[in-house]
């Protein structure tokens, strides 16, 4: 292990300061696990922002009503580096160390599927904003709901019926052409669901090709899709490596829409890195920030206001759902208890979020919610429609 890896390993906790107000009300812990360093820091960066956003609104209401007592919500976050042993020995420490009573993220799956076991083991809540992987929330024996791990975001499942519906309806593509990563979690889940999704509805997959991680030169995977001829390409990968492959795919001469998931959801660092390359694009998102509604609204004000910067991405506006759903909990748990919040977030069946209405159904900890179709177009993500659970 590097000397920066042995290091992160030490102050871990220490690496940000706790939110909140000083005074006289006792601390609930919460642990925070984010993708701080590392190739994914763009999503840790959001992650730490709109919690620490949060945790300064609560305490400027006053504090969490618990049990009747008033308490003060303390962020310890953890850096995880975007790397699974690293994400599960901060859960370890923030759980034994820390004594947190519950834990927010880690948000890429790569991640949050080991320290969701680890969660399990451990019997500490633990809500993912970001990990859309099935196996984070369900148990790979049983294939049941895991009892203590539950998610802000829509499932790989749900999104990749709605990639494959947008591609075959809007798209009106009957040939597709795939690239992914298939040592990574949710993006090999992605390919796998989009693919089986659109032949289901009279699609064909012509081109189904893989890459590694760390690669950079794609020249010889779009050369062969290009032949392929499809009207569509799905590049599920996360916004590092699709910012590579966008201006790739374009010198190879494809100029069939492209299409990605969730995983773009950076998207101001996506653009700053594809440019021009990326117009065009469409994508799978949790939220649209120019939703008319109050409960975004004011989170996209506070947000810009406190950080006077672009638009709050998914990641953002995921982490605030999350510790908005803890906080509801912890106000029903009655105290401040691992066993409490656990059974009290069982309880949820509905949640008005910056993200929409997420609902929790027949015992699942996967909410049900809409997920929003956008397009790049002059450098700006812009809403094309959303795609209901109703309307499968």
């Known amino acids: 292990m590097s000397t920066k890896s042995l290091l992160a390993l030490a102050v871990g906790a220490l690496l940000i300061p706790a939110c909140g107000k000083k005074g006289d009300l006792p601390e609930i812990k919460v642990g925070v696990i984010a993708e701080l360093s590392g190739d994914l820091a763009g999503i840790g960066e959001s992650c730490k922002k709109a919690a620490e956003l949060k945790a300064a609104e609560i305490d ?52 949050a599927v080991p320290v969701a076991d680890e969660a399990e083991r451990l019997k500490v809540p633990m809500i993912t904003p970001w990990s859309t992987a099935p196996k984070t929330t369900l148990d790979a024996t049983s294939g049941q709901p895991k009892q203590w791990v539950f998610r802000a975001c829509f499932t790989d499942a749900w999104q990749g019926q709605v990639l494959a519906k947008f591609a075959d309806g809007y798209i009106r593509a009957k040939k597709a052409a795939v690239l992914y990563d298939p040592d990574s979690e949710a993006p090999k889940i992605q390919a796998e669901l ?154 949820i069946t509905e949640y008005d979020g910056v993200t929409g209405k997420l609902r929790f159904t027949g015992g699942s900890h996967d909410p049900v919610k809409s997920a929003g179709m956008m397009k790049i177009e002059k450098g700006k993500p812009l809403f094309v429609t959303n795609i209901d659970p109703e309307s499968k």
């Open 60 to 111: 400027d209401k006053g504090g969490i009503d618990v049990g009747g007592t008033k308490y003060r919500l303390r962020l310890i976050m953890d850096d995880s580096q975007g790397k699974p042993d690293l994400a599960v020995a901060a859960a370890q420490r923030l759980v034994s160390q820390d004594e947190v009573v519950a834990l927010v993220g880690p948000n890429a799956s790569l991640c």
């Open 194 to 347: 989009f693919k089986k999704d659109f032949e289901k509805s009279g699609g064909q997959v012509v081109a189904y090709e893989t890459f590694k991680s760390g690669e950079t030169d794609f020249k010889a995977a779009f050369e062969r899709i290009k032949k392929a001829g499809p009207d569509v390409v799905f590049l599920p990968g996360y916004y590092i490596d699709v910012a590579r492959q966008l201006p790739q795919a374009r010198k190879a001469g494809l100029t069939v829409p492209f299409l990605g998931s969730d995983n773009w959801g950076v998207t101001e660092l996506l653009l700053k890195a594809a440019g021009p390359d990326a117009e065009g694009a469409f994508y799978c998102a949790h939220y649209h920030p120019t939703a008319r509604n109050e409960i975004t609204g004011t989170f996209v004000a506070s947000y810009k206001k406190r950080y006077a910067e672009a638009t709050p991405d998914d990641i953002a506006a995921l982490t605030d759902d999350s510790l908005g759903l803890l906080v509801k909990a912890l106000g029903e748990a009655g105290k401040p208890d691992r066993q409490a919040v656990r059974d009290s977030l069982a309880k």
